[in-house]
């Protein structure tokens, strides 16, 4: 069964600070996997959308990486401001047109003054 | 700026009314999706279409039903609407390689 496994579950960080979020996934065949930014109350945004043959892609202060071989990703946040905080959602897509993606459960961020 | 909208944003109403949440599309996509979220929760897909007139159901049992007799319009309805429905409803289009687009989501109270 294709999932999508998120870590930590939440976080708190202070203003200015870094944090890396990680993401986990038995997808297959692998297609692309998005990093998605949801505040509260709101739909989720995209921040970025990885290919197999993409490693890093950086969108301002959000860097995410991809090991395809391995299975995972990571969302790099730098001096971390009180806007960031909301839930990140990785979210991954097999090949195939009739595929559904694949969500997982968030890591909700708190960064605090 | 996505082009896809859900209306209403708020909603409350009373137990056995029926409903209808509408989400738009004006991106030409061929695949949209209605999760259900409830609060700090994950979202839970409740159903998807591929197309017009194509429906189906997703990984989450839901009473509500769907239909896409348009492109660009996929509606949802609830014929009785109960508390246990109160939840957020999030809609969402993708095109074919394309990343999922939101919707802003519609806030369910049922009371």
């Known amino acids: 069964k294709n999932q999508v496994e998120q870590s930590p579950q939440s976080l708190i960080i202070l203003e200015g600070k870094n944090c890396t979020l990680q993401c986990n996934y038995t997808v297959s065949p692998f297609s692309n996997l998005r990093w998605y930014k949801q505040d509260t109350g709101r739909g989720p945004v995209s921040l970025t959308i990885?290919?197999?043959?993409?490693n890093t892609k950086s969108n301002g202060r959000y860097t995410a990486t991809l090991d395809a071989d391995t299975k995972q990703s990571s969302l790099h946040i730098t001096a971390s401001q009180l806007s960031d905080s909301a839930s990140y959602i990785c979210?991954?897509?097999?090949?195939?047109?009739?595929?559904?993606?694949?969500f997982g459960r968030g890591t909700s961020l708190i960064v605090h003054p | 700026e996505a082009d896809i909208y859900q209306t209403p944003r708020y909603l409350v109403i009373g137990t056995g009314k029926k409903i209808t949440l509408e989400c738009s599309q004006t991106m030409g996509h061929d695949k949209m999706y209605w999760y259900q979220q409830d609060p700090g929760m994950e979202l839970h897909l409740i159903h998807y279409?591929?197309?017009?007139?194509?429906?189906e159901k997703g990984d989450l049992s839901s009473e509500s039903t769907v239909s896409r007799i348009r492109t660009e319009h996929f509606p949802l309805t609830l014929e009785s609407a109960r508390p246990s429905h109160t939840s957020q409803y999030l809609c969402a289009s993708s095109g074919v390689l394309t990343e999922a687009f939101f919707g802003q989501g519609t806030r369910l109270t049922v009371v």
């Open positions: 979210v991954v897509s097999a090949v195939g047109g009739s595929y559904i993606p694949t």
């Open positions: 990885m290919t197999f043959s993409e």
């Open positions: 279409s591929y197309g017009v007139n194509s429906t």
